[in-house]
């Protein structure tokens, strides 16, 4: 691997917090070895195009407390395809990019190992995804603050609930994954948390809300992950409730999008400056197509394709707890 003078950065996939962050640690890693840095706007979309920008120290001061991602993030159906690649190749090229931090999920991750393979391209990935679904590191950019985003809305929700005496189904993102759901429904005290990875069964819940019922509850939370296959949404699970448990007046509240925004967890900004030297640094040191993970609070690397075709794992300990918190 030839000498590493430039490195460039791009954020790609669905946006989370603590990316700006991270976008600012590798270009003050990059500062600080004294090597020079580009951005790359818009993803793997914006690098085929060439749309770059140098940056430095000073380019990304005031970002480290902002949601999203200041150089956009964008699908490239182009770069799927061994033309756009070599578009995008020819443009880094150009630019004297040497090297590439791609800040993303599992897709950004498969993009990246395949130009890696392709051009021998030196690659680092960062976990950037409030799913927390990538396999090799305990927490994804942006888990952390979504977790808090989606207890602070459970709590507000909590309150009208018991005001109307209502039952309350609140879907979470998570896509096939249960981890916001799991932790949410605990931390926030919900009576019954639904996630794909634990088939409750709709006789089950419909029993543990009869006993929630019967212990004196007026109003009840239940949690569940956008990918649990209880009901095809979360809209059938309520006509069912209400049409076996007619006391139960039900409301569903989707969260949706406002889960991904807002401003970065502390432990999120520091997880991004973490990961984000030891992505610029992995790279100096003549590694490539690894991602930078956090694990029993260290700082590894794990093959990028482990971290795509690995599956993270839910807390069987914290599934435990949550059943006993729900009796």
Excluded at 271 to 299: C, P, Q, T
Aim: net charge neutral; glycine share 12%.
């Amino acid at each position: 691997m030839d000498k590493i003078k430039k490195i460039g950065v791009l954020t790609s996939g669905g946006d989370a917090p603590g990316m700006n962050a991270a976008i600012r640690a590798v270009v003050r890693a990059c500062a600080f070895h004294e090597i020079a840095c580009a951005g790359i706007y818009r993803g793997y979309e914006g690098m085929i195009e060439g749309d770059f920008i140098d940056l430095n120290a000073r380019s990304v001061k005031g970002i480290i407390n902002k949601g999203g991602t200041f150089l956009k993030s964008a699908r490239s159906n182009g770069f799927r395809t061994k033309e756009g690649r070599q578009k995008a190749y020819d443009a880094l090229k150009a630019a004297n990019i040497d090297a590439l931090v791609t800040i993303g999920g599992d897709g950004t991750f498969t993009g990246a190992m395949i130009f890696n393979q392709e051009f021998n391209f030196p690659v680092i990935g960062i976990p950037g995804t409030i799913d927390n679904d990538i396999f090799g590191t305990s927490h994804t950019l942006g888990y952390d603050t979504t977790l808090n985003t989606v207890v602070d809305v459970i709590d507000k929700i909590r309150d009208t609930a018991s005001s109307h005496n209502r039952l309350f189904f609140v879907e979470v993102m998570g896509r096939d994954v249960g981890h916001i759901a799991l932790n949410v429904g605990v931390g926030a005290g919900a009576e019954e948390i639904l996630i794909p990875e634990e088939n409750l069964g709709l006789d089950r819940l419909l029993d543990s809300l009869r006993r929630s019922k019967e212990s004196g509850k007026s109003s009840s939370i239940v949690v569940v992950a956008e990918g649990d296959k209880i009901g095809k949404n979360v809209f059938e699970l309520k006509d069912y409730v209400e049409e076996h448990l007619p006391e139960y007046e039900v409301r569903v509240s989707v969260l949706g999008h406002m889960q991904r925004g807002g401003s970065p967890s502390c432990f999120d900004r520091v997880l991004a400056s973490r990961m984000g030297v030891k992505a610029v640094e992995s790279l100096l040191e003549g590694k490539s197509n690894f991602m930078v993970g956090i694990l029993s609070d260290k700082i590894q690397l794990t093959p990028l394709e482990k971290a795509i075709k690995g599956q993270s794992k839910i807390n069987k300990e914290l599934i435990r707890v949550s059943d006993i918190m729900t009796t």
